[in-house]
T-cell receptor, first 116, second 112 residues
Framework: EAQVTQNPRYLITVTGKKLTVTCSQNMNHEYMSWYRQDPGLGLRQIYYSMNVEVTDKGDVPEGYKVSRKEKRNFPLILESPSPNQTSLYFC???????????????FGPGTRLLVL | KQEVTQIPAALSVPEGENLVLNCSFTDSAIYNLQWFRQDPGKGLTSLLLIQSSQREQTSGRLNASLDKSSGRSTLYIAASQPGDSATYLCAVLGPSYDKVIFGPGTSLSVIP
């Protein structure tokens, strides 16, 4: 089954304790992305990756890191989490495509993070 | 900078009604526009994707249209059902072909 998986699904942590949220896709997609969703602010893009070893900042990258060492995995790293990073996080993937704009995004189930 | 808005923010309709959700974007240089559905506490499910060269897409009771020149897309839901209750989000890809900008969503409630 084609899917994007995220782990953990729920996480409670304390300020400053480094954490990693994993994301994996089994569709051989080149493009992967992380979003956060907050009430009143909607979904905002944190980082994206066009392919292995290629990453770039989205609209709200501060306080986050990513890496893309393998095509299927795109972990989100919070080196020193703060309470304002409490949010619902989504990972997504799609084929990169060359033209035509046919690239449907597939989303993971989300990770709900609470930073105390 | 691309901005995406959705009207209305919330909508409540009786079962069986046809309804229209609206999505507007400020930069017409997009590659595609995608409509998603999100159920409470769940992830996003893709409903329809319209390429920039297309005018509309249909899937079952759903029809999405795109007017790039005016920066608008509509999602038409025919014969609404209680199971259609969810938040509907539109998202545009572009103009740089890598960033995705989401609208804030329309919360739909279909009353039996």
């Amino acid at each position: 089954e084609a899917q994007v998986t995220q782990n953990p699904r729920y996480l409670i942590t304390v300020t400053g304790k480094k954490l990693t949220v994993t994301c994996s896709q089994n569709m051989n997609h080149e493009y992967m992305s992380w979003y956060r969703q907050d009430p009143g602010l909607g979904l905002r893009q944190i980082y994206y990756s066009m392919n292995v070893e290629v990453t770039d900042k989205g609209d709200v990258p501060e306080g986050y890191k990513v890496s893309r060492k393998e095509k299927r995995n795109f972990p989100l790293i919070l080196e020193s989490p703060s309470p304002n990073q409490t949010s619902l996080y989504f990972c997504a993937s799609r084929i990169r495509g060359l033209a035509g704009g046919q690239e449907t995004q597939y989303f993971g189930p989300g990770t709900r993070l609470l930073v105390l | 900078k691309q901005e995406v808005t959705q009207i209305p923010a919330a909508l409540s309709v009786p079962e069986g009604e046809n309804l229209v959700l609206n999505c507007s974007f400020t930069d017409s240089a997009i590659y595609n526009l995608q409509w998603f559905r999100q159920d409470p506490g769940k992830g996003l499910t893709s409903l329809l994707l319209i390429q920039s060269s297309q005018r509309e897409q249909t899937s079952g009771r759903l029809n999405a249209s795109l007017d790039k020149s005016s920066g608008r897309s509509t999602l038409y839901i025919a014969a609404s059902q209680p199971g259609d209750s969810a938040t509907y989000l539109c998202a545009v890809l572009g103009p740089s072909y890598d960033k995705v900008i989401f609208g804030p969503g329309t919360s739909l409630s279909v009353i039996p």
